[in-house]
């Protein structure tokens, strides 16, 4: 069908060989007639995460802490069964895996910077309350 792209890259110049990644395939579930019954199309993709030595030691220690409950004694493992082509859920599951990865392995966002909120605002904001309930008070037909 065509030729498999890999090593996928997951961010700048770090990518995952071929060579370290796992793959079974199995029958796919659900409704697909007799198609479904003869062929092996489901992908399960396994990779290594506490083995690897592609990754830089900090992103994999990112990566541990952040995949921690999606692991199984260190292997991340990315299923697809989308596709009625082997090959096809070969893509989706190595695209996941990859972007799974990136996710994991990005940098933590910035602390955001706490602000003071000024006076004059406050102030504003407490006022219009004031005159918010007294036009409500008002509408209230005690004073008859």
């Known amino acids: 069908m065509g030729v498999m792209s890999g090593p996928y890259v997951i961010r700048g110049a770090v990518s995952l ?31 290594d995460l506490a083995a690897t030595e592609s990754l830089p030691e900090v992103w994999k220690a990112r990566a541990l802490e952040r995949l921690a409950n999606k692991l199984v004694n260190g292997v991340v493992v ?23 990865l990136a996710e994991a392995t990005a940098p933590p966002p910035k602390a955001r910077v ?14 219009e309350k004031k005159q918010r309930g007294d036009t409500k008070r008002g509408r209230s037909g005690r004073d008859w």
């Not at 071929?18 to 993709?45: C, I, K, Y």
């Not at 009625?84 to 990859?98: F, G, H, M, Y």
């Not at 706490?114 to 006022?127: C, D």
């Open 17 to 47: 060989p071929e060579a370290e990644l796992m793959w079974r395939f199995s029958r796919s579930s659900g409704p697909g007639g007799q198609h479904v019954n003869t062929s092996d199309s489901q992908a399960e993709l396994r990779f």
């Open 78 to 100: 990315v299923r697809a069964s989308e596709h009625r082509s082997q090959w096809r859920n070969r893509e989706t599951a190595a695209v996941r895996l990859t972007a799974l």
């Open 114 to 127: 706490k602000r003071r909120i000024p006076r004059g605002i406050n102030e504003r904001r407490l006022r």
